[in-house]
């Protein structure tokens, strides 16, 4: 992509990686991502990420799913091809809930998928070269964004001590 | 950690207060409005089995949470604990019906010639009634007391073995709810009007004795916050609940509308009659019923820092809880009472009695210990715990 260098952190514990997020922190350092097998409780909140804004998405898609549904049935019984079934009325509002309710998870559903796709940039022809195969099963990698490695290599090393490192370099 | 609730004398003076009060208005009501005998003998029969669904509720919570060995509740787990302290109380409540057996059940009525009576009679009969009220009790008090005593013994002892039995008793109560409230919601409700039958009934039932319990719970929670107690208690806390209540109240309705549904596509006179009398009758009361318990939870808890705030919670709670005993006033007064049916004074304060008696039973189960029992494995992963 470009010739930003990384100093990379690896931990195989979480816990280590959140005394160690919290310190880069506070020594103003830029952490440019964190990489982890599973979700992390807690890491959210010390890399100050914001609330995701996908259940937005979720609520106006599945309000609007319903609308669609709702109105798509109505207009087919009423207007464009009124049948009698059973003997009911031709707007029998309970036939229409439960696929009211199930393309409103529908629409909730997938563009939420949709959103996280799009918003995080995830395509077919994308080539990952992680940093580190391990990070899939049992390693913890912080990457430091730096412009110069030499002298921060020190740096961070000093800061992290104390802390149980795997490595850094 | 250590901490205890003092059951201070000004809330036992309150309580008292307010369930003498209820004693009073509810015999004026009786000797002066004149409501009927089976108007009065439903009133007790809703209040008893709206708080007993309480209990059962919470002791439900408790099952499900311990038998999949889940952490987070383990700071809250005394209050549902004491709410199961109800159930003996319950019981001997739920036996005064025999008094009032004939205003309540047409079915009891053995010189009836009717040929669906007739053909139910195998279960439905004054003994076998009352063998089954005795089994259910005996064994919902038998295990919620098994639960309560090794989560409780765990206060001062830190061996596992009362941890291992407490969820043996949970799946074994799990087991045994399952069937019998069920088998209770036929006999206690349902029997009421003995031609009508609806096959998820107890689901039905079910589901709204566990979402009364959670919006308990939440709001004990308030008040003990309010107080001063229960500072370990924290907004993740509060959020699973809140998720719990959300969640239980889409399924209630969800049961709702299935019973709805399949009896009004399938139109057999004998199974609409119960919505007829409830829509014809008492129409506002009906649709109030859907509104409060599924679009007062739903709207109300539907973002993320809604489900946060505890004092926002609980009241979305109360909602609820007043929402959930309009529902089996609907199940029990249209088919008990008749078009004599109505909520009056009679209700409310009747109401008001159970009320102040079950946190009465409440409060005095959970000043016996600390609130927090401390020897709990999971009590660490609990505090710090984060939804």
């Known amino acids: 992509m470009n010739n930003r260098s990384y100093i990379s952190i690896s931990f195989d514990d979480e816990v280590p990686l959140l005394e160690a997020v919290k310190k880069l922190r506070d020594n103003k350092e830029k952490i440019a991502d964190v990489l982890s097998p599973f979700p992390v409780h807690g890491l959210d909140e010390a890399l100050s990420i914001k609330r995701s804004r996908i259940p937005i998405v979720g609520f106006i898609f599945g309000a609007l799913g319903a609308i669609l549904a709702f109105g798509f049935q109505a ?11 059973g003997g ?3 707007f029998s509002v309970p036939t229409f809930v439960p696929i009211t309710f199930e393309v409103t998870v529908l629409f909730a559903g997938l563009s939420m998928v949709a959103a996280l796709l799009i918003r995080s940039h995830l395509k077919p022809e994308i080539k990952f070269t992680p940093v580190d195969e391990r990070i899939t099963d049992d390693r913890f990698v912080i990457l430091v964004d730096t412009p110069d490695e030499e002298i921060n290599l020190k740096r961070i090393t000093s800061i992290l001590t104390g802390i149980n490192t795997v490595e850094i370099r | ?12 003076n309150i309580l008292i207060t307010l369930m003498t009060v209820g004693i009073l208005v509810t015999l004026a009501a009786i000797f002066i409005t004149k409501p009927g005998a089976s108007r009065i003998w439903a009133n ?3 209040n008893n089995q709206y708080f007993m669904g309480l209990s059962l509720g919470a002791a439900f919570f408790l099952a499900v949470h311990r038998v999949s060995q889940s952490g ?3 700071v809250l787990q005394r209050i549902p604990d004491a709410m199961t302290t109800f159930l003996p109380v319950a019981f001997v409540l739920m036996l005064l019906i025999y008094f009032g057996i004939h205003n309540l059940y047409a079915w009891t009525d053995s010189s009836l010639s009717d040929k669906v009576i007739e053909g139910k009679r195998a279960w439905l009969n004054i003994p076998f009634f009352f063998v089954r009220m005795v089994i259910y009790f005996a064994g919902w008090i038998f295990l919620t007391y098994m639960m ?30 399952g069937i019998t409230v069920s088998a209770s919601s036929w006999d206690w409700i349902m029997s009421l009007d003995a031609h009508w039958y609806s096959t998820l009934f107890g689901w039905y039932v079910l589901i709204g004795m566990f979402v009364t319990a959670l919006a308990f719970i939440t709001v004990i929670i308030w008040f003990f916050k309010r107080q001063g107690y229960l500072k370990y208690i924290r907004p993740d806390h509060v959020h699973d609940m809140a998720i719990l209540i959300f969640a239980f109240s889409i399924f209630w309705t969800y049961q709702w509308f299935a019973q709805y549904e399949l009896i009004w596509y399938g139109h057999l006179p004998e199974e609409t009659s119960y919505y007829i009398t409830r829509i014809h009758h008492f129409k506002v009361i009906f649709f109030i019923n859907v509104g409060i318990n599924f679009i007062v939870p739903f709207f109300g808890l539907i973002t993320f820092n809604s489900k946060r705030q505890i004092g926002w919670v609980a ?16 199940m029990i007064m249209p088919a008990a009472a008749g078009e004599k049916a109505g909520i009056g004074f009679l209700e409310i304060f009747m109401t008001l009695i159970y009320a102040c008696l079950f946190i009465f039973i409440v409060f005095k189960s959970l000043s016996r210990g600390p609130l927090v029992i401390k020897n709990d494995p999971y009590i660490e992963e609990s505090m710090n715990y984060e939804s």
Do not use: C, Q
């Open chain 1, 88 to 90: 009911k009325p031709f």
């Open chain 2, 148 to 177: 309560r005593k090794n989560s409780g013994a765990l206060m001062t002892s830190a061996d596992l073995k009362y941890h291992n039995r407490k969820i043996l008793f949970a799946g074994l109560y799990l087991v045994f709810y």
């Open chain 1, 75 to 85: 207009w087919v019984f009423t207007v464009s091809y009124p049948l009698i079934i």
């Open chain 2, 1 to 12: 950690m250590d901490e205890h609730f003092d059951f201070k004398k000004k809330y036992r």
């Open chain 2, 315 to 330: 009241l979305i709670a109360a909602v609820v809880l007043i929402g959930h005993w309009i529902d089996y006033w609907l």
């Open chain 2, 44 to 46: 007790v029969l809703l």
């Open chain 2, 72 to 74: 987070w509740h383990t």
